[in-house]
């Protein structure tokens, strides 16, 4: 599969542990996007890199979120003291132009 | 504020049946349009943009800038078209991030 690449698919946690996802992106595309859908909904825009620079984040993204593209190539997004509340699909894309890639987002579930 | 708005949580149709897709947006300015699908097990994917006018897989999508819409439109639907639907738009910064709309489920049964 050369498409995105997103690790793990699934991950369950309990409230208040730290959990971290990956994004391995197409390797040319310098733009990176993290999504969150929950049920029922579209993507939520939660935050944005060109290439290593972090340019955008959304009024979603709490202090507990953070995320980092190191050297503009995969990137992770972690969370701290997760919530039940967190419990979400997390999505990453990568886009050139107009067009975004999806990952198959990882699942995020907080007990 | 910008928003995307699609009405219908579900759309059931029999096969061969017209389809539209019902997407209302609100930006302040000239935003970009697309079509994205997501098929049972698959991933999100672009279905069609605007800005190209074309027509994929029987779709077409036309952008009503004075009534705000962007409705899909298929006259003849297959089974093949049930799926997830989500309206979304870009703004015209560099960002060309996306906002969506809430998704519209399409069964088309046989």
């Known amino acids: 599969d050369t498409g995105v690449s997103q690790d793990p698919r699934h991950k369950i946690t309990k409230r208040g542990q730290n959990v971290t996802f990956r994004c391995d992106p197409i390797?040319?595309?310098?733009?990176l996007y993290w999504y969150r859908q929950t049920l029922g909904q579209g993507p939520e825009f939660l935050t944005y890199f060109q290439n290593e620079a972090q340019l955008e984040k959304s009024r979603l993204l709490s202090d507990r979120f953070s995320a980092e593209r190191p050297k503009g190539s995969f990137s992770t997004l972690e969370i701290q003291r997760t919530e039940q509340g967190d419990s979400a699909m997390y999505l990453c894309a990568t886009g050139v132009n107009e067009k975004l890639f999806f990952g198959s987002g990882t699942q995020l579930s907080v007990l | 504020a910008q928003r995307v708005t699609q009405p219908e949580k579900l759309l059931s149709v029999f096969k061969g049946a017209p389809v539209e897709l019902k997407c209302n947006y609100s930006y302040s300015g000239s935003p970009e349009l697309f079509w994205y699908v997501q098929y049972s097990r698959q991933r999100l994917q672009l279905l069609l943009r605007?800005?190209s006018r074309e027509s994929i897989k029987g779709f077409t999508a036309d952008l009503n800038k004075g009534e705000t819409s962007f409705h899909l439109k298929k006259p003849f639907a297959q089974e093949e078209d049930s799926a997830m639907y989500y309206c979304?738009?870009?703004?015209?910064?560099?960002?060309?991030?996306?906002?969506f709309g809430s998704g519209t489920r399409l069964l088309v049964r046989p």
């Open positions: 979304a738009l870009s703004g015209m910064d560099s960002s060309y991030k996306l906002i």
């Open positions: 605007h800005i």
């Open positions: 390797s040319e595309h310098n733009r």
